[in-house]
């Protein structure tokens, strides 16, 4: 069964520390990845997109890197700010077929 | 560009009755699918649509129905509303392996 998992579940950082949140996926046999945010009682918006051939993506301070073969992907966040507080949710592609990670909350604190 | 729309946001139904939730983008995709998020189950699909007049089903189909008359909307119908469709509901498009954008959701609750 195609399964993805996040690790970890919560995090709570001062402002300014640098951060790393992790998934990792259980069959290799993506088409993509894709890194969404979700504040409280919203929708997804989504940060990064990496395709299967892709290593890694940057956005400002954000950077998401791709290991097909060891199933994993982390999200780099730099110099977290109050507002980068969230959850942080990982999809990945099977063709037609998206399967959600179950989210990492994020706390940064002023 | 509004990008994906939901209506309503909030919706409270009793168990037996029906209801449609509505959908609808501008981006001209050709993908839109819907799923539910409920607390420990993460976002689960429910169904898809491939292009206007093709629909296939998610990992929780049953309970709901969907159609795809043109490119824009894609509306999911509750026949017959039970509590365990209580959730909230979101709906999804995009291009071929490009990115999803998100609707902001409508919640539902069963009673």
């Known amino acids: 069964k195609q399964e993805v998992t996040q690790i970890p579940a919560a995090l709570s950082v001062p402002e300014g520390e640098n951060l790393v949140l992790n998934c990792s996926f259980t069959?290799?046999?993506?088409?993509?990845l894709q890194w969404f945010r979700q504040d409280p009682g919203k929708g997804l918006t989504s940060l990064l997109l990496?395709?299967?051939?892709?290593r890694e993506q940057t956005s400002g301070r954000l950077n998401a890197s791709l290991d097909k073969s060891s199933g994993r992907s982390t999200l780099y966040i730099a110099a977290s700010q109050p507002g980068d507080s969230a959850t942080y949710l990982c999809a990945v592609s099977y063709g037609q077929n998206f399967v959600f990670g179950p989210g990492t909350r994020l706390s940064v604190l002023p | 560009n509004a990008g994906v729309t939901q209506t309503p946001k909030f919706q409270v139904l009793k168990t037996g009755q029906s209801m449609t939730l509505q959908c609808a983008q501008d981006?001209?995709?050709?993908?839109m699918s819907w799923y539910r998020q409920d607390p420990g189950m993460g976002l689960r699909l429910i169904h898809y649509?491939?292009?206007?007049?093709?629909?296939d089903q998610g990992e929780v189909p049953n309970g709901y129905n969907v159609s795809r008359s043109t490119t824009e909307d894609f509306p999911l119908r509750l026949l017959s509303a039970a509590p365990s469709q209580t959730s909230v509901y979101f709906c999804?498009?995009?291009?071929?392996?490009?990115?999803?954008?998100f609707g902001p959701g409508t919640r539902l609750t069963v009673t």
């Open positions: 990496i395709q299967s051939s892709q």
């Open positions: 649509s491939v292009g206007a007049g093709i629909t």
């Open positions: 999804a498009s995009r291009q071929y392996r490009t990115e999803q954008y």
């Open positions: 069959d290799s046999a993506i088409y993509n």
């Open positions: 981006m001209n995709h050709e993908y």
